[in-house]
C-alpha cells in the first residue's frame, strides 16, 4: 500500500517536472547581453528596442517555435556579462546568446560559446579579433579597421595631410589607431602622434591640448559610442576648429544617438562608417520610421541597426534549420547569409563569420532641420582589413 502511493507520487511529481520541459521545447530563447545602465547605456537602450521592434514587425512564431527574448543588464562589465552568460545557458538553457556593448564582454563569452556550443551574436562590440574568441561568434556590428582604412583613404586625397590621433585605450581604439595611421603612411600621409585616452570616465582636456600645440591638419578620433558628445563639446569649447585643425573618425563619434543634440559646431565633420540613420533607401526610411514610432521618436543608431540585423540572422537561421539540430545547426545557418539591411546590403562571410558590408563617407550637415551623417562616397563590400593580418 505503501509503495503503490509512493510510486503515485512519484509519477505525479515527474509529470509536473516533465511539463515545463515539454513547454521549453517549443520556446526558442535569445539572451540578449547589454549595457542597460552605466556608461555605454545608450548602446543597450539602442539595441533593445531594435530587437523589439524587429520582433514586433516580424511575429513571435518561427518555425514553430515561440521566440522568447531575455534581456540582461551587464553594466559594460566583463566579469558580470560572463556570469550572466554562465546563468542563461546553464540555467535558462537559452539557444543563443547576443548583444555585448563591449570588447570586453564580448572577450569574456567566447569560451562559454565554445563550450557549451551556443552561437553568439555579436551586435555591437568592433574590436577585429573578436571573431576569433570562439568559433561560434557571428558579427552584425562592424570593425574599426573597416572603417579607419576608408577614412585614411579619403584624408589625403583631400588636403588632411598631418593628422593626430586620440583613441579610446582598448581594444577598439587601438585598432582604429593601427589600421589608420598604417595606412596614412602607405598613402604618403603623416601620423606625428598618437594618443590614448582611458576608456572609464575619460577626461579629454589635457589631450586637447596637446593637440592644440601640434597643431595638425586634423585630430582622428575614435571614442565608443556614447561618448561622441563629450570629445565634440571639449573640442569646440577649446577652439580647435577655430586654429584650423578638422575633426575627422569613424563614425562612432558623430553617433546618430547624440548627434543631433551637438549644435552646430559639428557641422562638416567627416566620418566613415556602415550606417548612417540619414542612409537614403527605402528599407532605412521605413527603419527609422518605425524605430521613431515605437521608442518617442528616438533615432536608431549604428549600435540599433546591428541588433536588427543580429536578430534578422537569428530568425533566418532558426527558420532554415527548422529549429532541429542544436546550436551547431543554427550556427551552420547563420554563415553566409546575405541581405538587404537598412544600412544597404551586407552578408556574413562563412569563413571568418565577420560582416561583409559598405564603408561610406559623410559629413554632417543640417537637414530638414536637424543634424545628420550624410553619405556622399561608399566604398562597396569592405572585408575586415583586421583578418588579413
Ligand atoms: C567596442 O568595445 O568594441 C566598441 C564599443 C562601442 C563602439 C565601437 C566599439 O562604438
Redesign the pocket.
Same mark, same amino acid.
Given at each position: 500500500m505503501k509503495r503503490r502511493h509512493l510510486t503515485a507520487l512519484a509519477l505525479a511529481t515527474s509529470v509536473l517536472l516533465a511539463q515545463p520541459a515539454l513547454a521549453q521545447d517549443n520556446v526558442f530563447k535569445i539572451g540578449l547581453i547589454l549595457p542597460m545602465t552605466g556608461q555605454?547605456a545608450t *548602446?543597450g537602450r539602442q539595441i533593445e528596442a531594435a530587437a523589439k521592434l524587429w520582433m514586433a514587425q516580424n511575429g513571435d512564431t518561427v518555425a514553430g517555435k515561440k521566440v522568447q527574448l531575455i534581456v540582461k543588464d551587464d553594466t559594460s562589465l566583463p566579469d558580470v556579462t560572463r556570469r550572466l552568460a554562465q546563468e542563461l545557458v546553464v540555467n535558462d538553457k537559452v539557444n543563443v546568446l547576443a548583444g555585448f556593448?563591449?570588447?570586453?564582454?564580448?572577450m569574456a563569452v567566447g569560451p562559454i560559446a565554445t563550450q557549451s556550443k551556443t552561437p553568439m551574436v555579436v551586435m555591437?562590440?568592433? *574590436?577585429s579579433s573578436?571573431t576569433e574568441a570562439s568559433p561560434y561568434i557571428v558579427r552584425t556590428?562592424?570593425t574599426?579597421p573597416q572603417a579607419s582604412v576608408a577614412l585614411a583613404d579619403w584624408a589625403p586625397k583631400n588636403g588632411i595631410k598631418r593628422v593626430v590621433t586620440l583613441v579610446s585605450d582598448?581594444?577598439?581604439g587601438i585598432d582604429a589607431e593601427r589600421f589608420f595611421k598604417d595606412r596614412m603612411l602607405f598613402n604618403g600621409g603623416q601620423v606625428p602622434e598618437s594618443l590614448r585616452v582611458p576608456l572609464r570616465n575619460p577626461d579629454f582636456a589635457p589631450f586637447l591640448q596637446k593637440v592644440r600645440d601640434l597643431k595638425p591638419d586634423a585630430l582622428f578620433v575614435?571614442?565608443?559610442?556614447?561618448a561622441g558628445a563629450a570629445v565634440m563639446k571639449q573640442f569646440l569649447e577649446r577652439g580647435m576648429d577655430k586654429v584650423g585643425i578638422k575633426l575627422i573618425g569613424?563614425g562612432?563619434v558623430t553617433?546618430d544617438d547624440q548627434l543631433n543634440d551637438m549644435g552646430d559646431g559639428a557641422i562638416g565633420v567627416v566620418t566613415s562608417h556602415h550606417y548612417s540613420a540619414y542612409h537614403p533607401s527605402a528599407m532605412n526610411k521605413k527603419f527609422v520610421a518605425e524605430f521613431g514610432k515605437a521608442n518617442k521618436g528616438m533615432r536608431p543608431n549604428?549600435?540599433a541597426v546591428g541588433g536588427y540585423d543580429g536578430m534578422r540572422v537569428i530568425y533566418e537561421a532558426l527558420k532554415v534549420s527548422k529549429g532541429q539540430g542544436g546550436g551547431d545547426a543554427l550556427l551552420a545557418a547563420m554563415k553566409g547569409q546575405i541581405f538587404e539591411s537598412p544600412r544597404g546590403p551586407m552578408f556574413i562571410d562563412a569563413q571568418t563569420r565577420d560582416v561583409v558590408q559598405n564603408i561610406y563617407l559623410r559629413r554632417v550637415e543640417r537637414k530638414e532641420g536637424q543634424l545628420h551623417n550624410v553619405e556622399f562616397d561608399v566604398v562597396k563590400d569592405v572585408k575586415d582589413p583586421g583578418k588579413a593580418r
Open positions: 555605454q *548602446t556593448g563591449i570588447t570586453p564582454s564580448a555591437a562590440a568592433a *574590436t573578436i556590428s562592424f574599426l582598448y581594444g577598439p575614435f571614442v565608443p559610442s556614447g569613424t562612432d553617433d549604428f549600435m
